[in-house]
């Protein structure tokens, strides 16, 4: 059965309906300059400031705020201290190595926000598309059945006070969306939706880096784009469940774990650092 529009009007606040946030730490900072290079030249026009989360680290861009958190102490304080200085009522939840496809039609963001504010919902996911659920009419959404409800931490709008909720005492990603789906269990899910499938791509992006390694089809996006990262910062270690290559894989992680802590260390007493744009970088 569909579901109807109720009329309550939109709200904003400062000008604007939401703030973009762009969850990471200063591990990813070498990723940082990729993102911003693809956001700026396919949705430069978002809100901005875009909020950065960083640890000691600062991008220097005017259009983006890096809210320096101190210590990484987890992922899920680190964005709870950046949403608390939030005044919008909405976010646009991102992370840092959602590479842009193409441009993105602000318009039909906004328009969006405004059909999930009207209907009283708290999430919808730019990202994701169903084939079930029902249709609400007037939009282009489904709304997330509680049954076959997912959550998770891709491109999506949300209540911000609903993501503050869920983050806070969570220690990783993976944690937090075992926490929307435990929400969606005790309250019905209600106000969860998803974009039809038969809808036209909102918010397409590559995911380009997992499990602190540069994924292949990351690295395609550069290469399309005539850009090429510094493995040496991050590397690609071949993929395979052989001994030898799940050994390389941890050797990676443990210098790059020791090379972050050192960092860090000198970051806390000495200097805070800077990440500059790539000299092609969009405007």
Not at 184 to 205: I, K, M, N, R
Request: glycine share 8%.
């Amino acid at each position: 059965m569909a579901q109807n529009l109720s009329p309550q009007p939109t709200q904003t606040a400062n000008g604007s309906a939401y703030a973009v946030v762009v969850s990471s730490c200063d591990t990813y900072r070498d990723v940082w300059p990729y993102f911003f290079y693809f956001f700026f030249k396919h949705a430069a026009g978002l809100p901005q400031p875009v909020h950065l989360v960083s640890n000691f680290t600062r991008y220097e861009d005017d259009r983006v705020r890096s809210v320096l958190t101190g210590p990484d102490l987890h992922w899920g304080s680190n964005l709870a201290r950046v949403l608390s200085q939030i005044e919008t009522k909405w976010v646009l939840y991102l992370q840092e190595d959602y590479f842009l496809r193409e441009s993105v039609d602000t318009e039909r963001m906004v328009r969006s926000l405004s059909d999930l504010q009207r209907l009283g919902g708290r999430f919808l996911s730019v990202r994701h598309h169903l084939n079930h659920g029902p249709r609400v009419v007037g939009t282009d959404f489904r709304v997330i059945p509680r049954l076959a409800f997912f959550g998770d931490l891709q491109a999506a709008f949300w209540q911000r006070d609903l993501l503050l909720k869920v983050v806070c005492p969570h220690p990783n990603p993976w944690r937090a969306e075992d926490a929307i789906r435990a929400l969606a269990d005790t309250d019905g899910g209600g106000g969860f939706y998803c974009l039809a499938e038969e809808a036209a791509p909102v918010f397409s992006y590559v995911e380009a880096v997992k499990g602190k390694f540069w994924k292949p089809d990351g690295l395609a996006h550069l290469k399309q784009h005539g850009l090429t990262p510094d493995f040496t910062v991050r590397p690609y270690p071949r993929a395979g469940q052989q001994w030898w290559a799940k050994g390389l894989r941890s050797l990676h992680k443990r210098r790059m774990e020791w090379r972050d802590r050192l960092r860090g260390q000198w970051c806390k007493w000495i200097s805070t650092p800077v990440v500059k744009p790539l000299s092609s970088q969009g405007s």
